[in-house]
């Protein structure tokens, strides 16, 4: 039986797959943005952390899952931060609030190019919500 929230590597052809579970939206987001970090091999400097409030909104759970992991991205490349705190709330509207604490970024393996819409679907599941995502490299 897997534990209640989750992520692991699939093997894939030629990008990265990630499988994610939890038991809400808010959760697998988080496991989601936990699991590409870990994919990236990212390593957060010591230090004094820095917070960040993103709010977006999408027609449906795929399509947050997929901007939440973009802007964490752009921030990622663009500011040189990553995040392991997260508080995120979504409505039944779709509508997404985080607020993430981390740090810049001490080290990071590889970086991930874009986050694909590849047979991304958020299924429903006795334990709660899975997707696997699939990531340009």
Request: charge should be negative.
């Amino acid at each position: 039986m897997l534990p209640k929230f989750g992520f692991r590597e699939n093997a894939h052809t030629a990008d990265w797959e990630l499988e994610v579970w939890a038991p809400d939206l808010p959760g697998l987001l988080e496991q989601a943005a936990r699991g590409m970090y870990t994919l990236s091999g990212i390593q957060l400097q010591p230090g004094i952390a820095q917070s960040r409030t993103i709010t977006l909104q999408a027609a449906d759970a795929e399509g947050l899952l997929v901007r939440f992991l973009t802007e964490l991205l752009w921030l990622e490349q663009e500011q040189g931060l990553g995040f392991d705190a997260f508080s995120i709330v979504v409505d039944d509207y779709y509508n997404l609030r985080a607020e993430l604490q981390g740090c810049p970024l001490a080290h990071l393996d590889k970086e991930i190019k874009a986050v694909t819409y590849h047979n991304l679907k958020v299924s429903n599941t006795a334990q709660g919500l899975s997707v696997k995502i699939v990531f340009d490299v």
